[in-house]
């Protein structure tokens, strides 16, 4: 907890102006999608207003059966409950980030860091500048907040496999859905995928390794269930809505400079804003992080965080898009199934920075026992 401190008094003075100063959030989607979307929540908790069919949107609109007005996402109900939707817009976001840092904190203790080194994982996470850029979009920021929760229990789930264990898990990932924004999911899908995979030749070695395999595959597939059924109340409307979505044979990718997420980090363009492009200005890290997660080399990885290491330059290479060629090999033969539905990539640097976070924590504990 202490650890934590420092991390929730930087997001509480973040957002000062906005809890305490009278003033408001207003950039981005906030004002046309956050206090629409805490309204709609207000309505039902207070007026039993469900939002199955709306006739003063668009002529009529089944607003429940869209994945990102995020119903039941605990975080916006909890702020709906609290606070009138504009005060709840600024709110929202402090409880996301306070519950982000708490979640990385766990998770890095759960792979064995000191209270120091969590503190800094969460540190590096949730003041990244692409996290704080991301709180302009309530389901967008909804979702990140329990990525580390999922991260946490998919830990847990992989030291011991068992049921409750799996169920656990399985909470959380349909938390990621019920956030509202589904490629976080996929994104960490595809992040969880990769960093298991240096722990199956250990499987192989080990005696019995059949049965091992056997009980991985039981169990991944009892979580597959447990969230399909847990998440069934978004998942089942979007299924049925994907075939009549002008997105269904896939969509263009929103063009979004490489430069707009690496600038600040290794160098600054030596015209400022001459690139009409490049105006958004989302960080990938800190070149602090980046050193402190890079010194992880310098010593033998456990199992864990070489499957980090080897997740971290994919989802690096799928973030930066269509300006890096990972990412268009991977569209053009179709290795990674449901990425042309996804036109904006910013959600696997989201990811990316977690598995940043977690080597550098690693390196903060190894230099600490050094010193």
Not at 1 to 29: C, E, K
Request: hydrophobic share 55%; charged share 10%.
């Amino acid at each position: 907890m202490l650890a934590l401190l420092p991390v929730i008094a930087l997001v509480v003075s973040y957002y000062w102006p906005t809890l305490f100063g009278g003033m408001t959030q207003a950039h981005g989607d906030s004002i046309f999608h956050g206090l629409a979307l805490l309204k709609v929540h207000q309505d039902f908790l207070f007026q039993w207003r469900l939002p199955l069919w709306l006739g003063d949107i668009y002529g009529g609109h089944p607003l429940l059966a869209e994945g990102q007005v995020a119903f039941f996402n605990p975080l916006i109900l909890l702020t709906s409950a609290m606070v009138e939707p504009i005060y709840g817009q600024n709110l929202f976001h402090v409880l996301a980030l306070c519950w982000t840092a708490t979640g990385m904190a766990l998770v890095c203790m759960q792979r064995g860091r000191s209270p120091l080194a969590a503190g800094v994982g969460a540190l590096i996470v949730t003041l990244s500048s692409l996290w704080l850029a991301m709180q302009n979009n309530i389901t967008v920021a909804g979702s990140l907040a329990w990525v580390p929760w999922a991260f946490w229990a998919m830990e847990r789930w992989i030291q011991s496999m068992n049921l409750s264990r799996s169920a656990l898990f399985a909470f959380f990932l349909a938390m990621i859905i019920y956030g509202g924004y589904p490629q976080i999911f996929h994104a960490f899908v595809v992040c969880a995928v990769v960093a298991y995979l240096p722990e199956l030749p250990r499987l192989y070695r080990e005696q019995e390794s059949m049965a091992r395999l056997w009980a991985l595959a039981f169990f991944a597939l009892t979580v597959v269930i447990l969230c399909s059924l847990l998440a069934a109340f978004h998942l089942l409307p979007l299924l049925e809505l994907t075939t009549q979505s002008h997105r269904s044979d896939g969509i263009d990718l929103f063009y979004v400079p490489a430069e707009n997420f690496l600038r600040g980090i290794f160098y600054s363009p030596p015209a400022w804003g001459a690139n009409p492009d490049a105006g958004w200005f989302p960080v990938f890290g800190y070149i602090s992080a980046l050193f402190l997660a890079s010194l992880a080399l310098c010593w033998r990885l456990p199992i864990r965080e070489r499957g980090y290491i080897l997740a971290l330059p994919l989802l690096t290479a799928l973030g930066l898009g269509g300006d890096f060629p990972v990412y268009r090999w991977v569209l053009e033969y179709n290795l990674l199934p449901g990425l042309e539905y996804f036109r904006l990539t910013y959600a696997y640097l989201n990811l990316a920075i977690v598995c940043l976070a977690l080597l550098a924590a690693f390196s903060v504990d190894k230099l600490i026992s050094r010193t």
